[in-house]
């Protein structure tokens, strides 16, 4: 695993990466929504604060992350720059679209599908996007990390635990439960993979560098 030297002309240039990769998680996950079919852990657990809040779901994926970021600073771990853009960036683009109106849930079954796994395929690409330049990992992965440190735990333990918990008091919220619920908890994994294997990335070669890292950046060549 490497661990780049960026400048910040290197760090300006990663940008575009990112941020469409923003863009793409925000199209998946309007895209499960509208499909009527059930949503993932976390935005059931989202989509249920919606319906006890006056926030919009932007702005509940932008708050749970800060109160994530912060928690797994506190234990110890620095978040990345693209850390932080995630926690604000996504909810912004699913406002955004959203408030153009251009998504809506399709009549017929056959079509929901089709928009759920097409959801499925943009939240892997969108991973790939944001993963590939190395600026850290969304606050979500970030907690996951955080308590893989801290109890010793495999990481398939920690996260099917996290995602349970955060799927359990979402549903006991109102959020959308359903079979796209089991597609997408099952299907996400595979869709990251699909995209990684074709874009040709492996997590293995690059260490993200966190935002004491970017901030300790002077050159601009």
């Not at 290197?10 to 996950?29: C, E, H, R």
């Not at 509940?60 to 926690?87: D, E, H, K, R």
């Not at 955004?96 to 959801?119: C, D, N, W």
Request: glycine share 12%; hydrophobic share 55%.
């Amino acid at each position: 695993m490497r661990k780049e030297k960026l400048t910040v002309v290197d760090i300006i240039k990663k940008m575009p990466s990112l941020f469409f990769g923003f863009l793409l998680f925000a199209v998946g996950i309007l895209s499960t929504l509208y499909s009527d079919l059930g949503m993932s852990p976390w935005d059931v657990f989202h989509m249920g604060i919606v319906k006890h809040s006056n926030l919009t779901l932007g702005q509940v994926s932008q708050l749970t992350g800060v109160a994530i970021i912060v928690i797994a600073y506190f234990c110890g771990v620095i978040p990345g720059l693209g850390s932080v853009f995630n926690m604000f960036f996504i909810g912004f683009f699913i406002d955004l679209l959203q408030s153009l109106g251009i998504f809506y849930t399709p009549e017929t079954l056959i079509l929901k599908v089709a928009l759920l796994l097409f959801g499925i395929l943009m939240m892997g690409w969108a991973s790939f996007f944001y993963l590939r330049v190395g600026l850290g990992a969304g606050p979500r992965d970030s907690m996951m990390e955080t308590l893989v440190k801290k109890t010793g735990k495999p990481v398939w333990l920690i996260r099917n635990s996290i995602e349970m918990a955060v799927l359990v008091i979402g549903a006991m919220l109102g959020g959308p439960v359903g079979i796209g619920t089991i597609i997408t908890v099952f299907g996400i994994g595979f869709s990251v993979q699909l995209a990684f294997m074709i874009g040709g990335y492996s997590s293995k070669e690059i260490e993200h560098i966190n935002i004491i890292d970017v901030i300790g950046i002077r050159s601009w060549s």
